[in-house]
């Protein structure tokens, strides 16, 4: 057991990197045990990923232009569509490399708006929307928005800060974080950052009435800025890297900044794959991977997750959209190797930050 392990409960790096799961191989070779990228353990996992059955079933039902389920709208129906395949990939380490990964990323660039964010739909899917609201309308004897004005007001506001910072994410996993395009995203969301370090989602309608920022939409820009080579982070990014941690940090990652600091929402203390929006291992991972695991603003959080560790030294899959995704991942209730190697990088990460004696006294 190399050092940081020993706070562990047992040892589950034999469990993590058995021949049966290749994406969860890689990655904890990698993220846990240190081999270099072109390792040849490394770069023999990285070419069987591709082949794993449950990346194999995702890419069955790719369609020949790239997308998933309908070519207009990528966001819904929720998990099954382009978006959301392309997020799993990300995390599953597929690479630009692959022709699959390409076709499904051109195809979403395609609904990516002309300000940087991305949409839930592009022209021909509002138009569409458009046509079930001129038909109510009309029954209503009601006049309806002039069609242009209204398509372009809607694809606007689609935009959507806590999916456009999901989609970074993944392009930037992918290998397209020096793509100008996805420059261009990074770039809106820090623009569009709220003044408490927080973001709005979505973005547009939540800042008429919403000043104070949003979980959801708050930890996947930070997830993609973190995601970032460091040296690749522009000054601006940085410091909203830096806002933005800061948010999370005052609220101690659950809580709220007032009313006692009562947990905000009870979910986010259950562990999910795949991390599509926000609970407290994923807080605890975008913190760390900011450069905060010496915070002992983190320090409850930490205590929740070690509390939830096995005997085995493993963590339960507590929270997953189940039979609503292309394919299930792992099982809901099962020890899951994707949240124990997520768990594993925090407590690496604390440890080699703080030192043993640190940790040890969580």
């Given at each position: 057991?190399?050092?940081?392990?020993?706070?562990?409960?047992?040892?589950?790096?034999?469990?993590?990197?058995?021949?049966d799961n290749p994406p969860v191989r890689y990655q904890t070779l990698i993220h846990l045990l240190d081999y270099s990228t072109d390792h040849p353990d490394v770069l023999e996992m990285r070419g069987l990923i591709s082949s794993d059955p449950k990346v194999a079933r995702i890419l069955s039902k790719q369609s020949r232009d790239g997308h998933w389920e309908s070519s207009t709208e990528p966001y819904k129906p929720k998990y099954k569509s382009s978006?959301?395949?392309v997020m799993i990939l990300g995390m599953l380490g597929l690479e630009r490399s692959n022709?699959?990964?390409e076709r499904a990323v051109e195809h979403v660039f395609q609904f990516q708006h002309e300000k940087g964010g991305f949409a839930e739909y592009g022209e021909a899917g509002a138009r569409r929307k458009y046509q079930r609201m001129k038909e109510k309308l009309l029954k209503k004897g009601q006049k309806p928005p002039t069609e242009d004005q209204w398509t372009q007001e809607k694809v606007h506001d689609s935009q959507l800060t806590c999916l456009t910072g999901n989609v970074c994410l993944a392009l930037v996993r992918l290998g397209y974080g020096s793509d100008r395009r996805v420059k261009r995203a990074l770039r809106w969301l820090v623009n569009v950052q709220n003044e408490d370090g927080g973001w709005l989602c979505p973005y547009w309608g939540a800042h008429k009435d919403d000043r104070h920022g949003c979980f959801m939409g708050t930890i996947t820009p930070l997830d993609a800025f973190s995601e970032m080579p460091a040296n690749d982070r522009p000054p601006d990014m940085i410091d909203s890297l830096d806002a933005g941690v800061e948010f999370l940090l005052m609220h101690r990652l659950f809580r709220a900044d007032h009313h006692g600091f009562k947990v905000i929402n009870e979910s986010w203390l259950e562990l999910g794959f795949p991390q599509f929006f926000y609970d407290l291992l994923r807080g605890l991972s975008v913190?760390?991977?900011a450069g905060y695991a010496d915070d002992e603003r983190i320090d409850e959080a930490l205590r929740i997750l070690l509390d939830k560790q096995l005997a085995d030294g493993s963590w339960i899959l507590e929270s997953s959209p189940i039979g609503r995704m292309q394919t299930n991942l792992?099982?809901?209730?099962?020890p899951s190797k994707w949240v124990t190697l997520e768990a594993l990088r925090v407590v690496k990460s604390v440890y080699e930050t703080r030192g043993a004696f640190e940790l040890d006294r969580l």
């Open positions: 057991m190399t050092d940081w392990t020993k706070v562990l409960k047992g040892d589950p790096l034999k469990w993590l990197t058995s021949a978006y959301w395949q022709l699959n990964v913190v760390c991977k792992e099982q809901k209730g099962r």
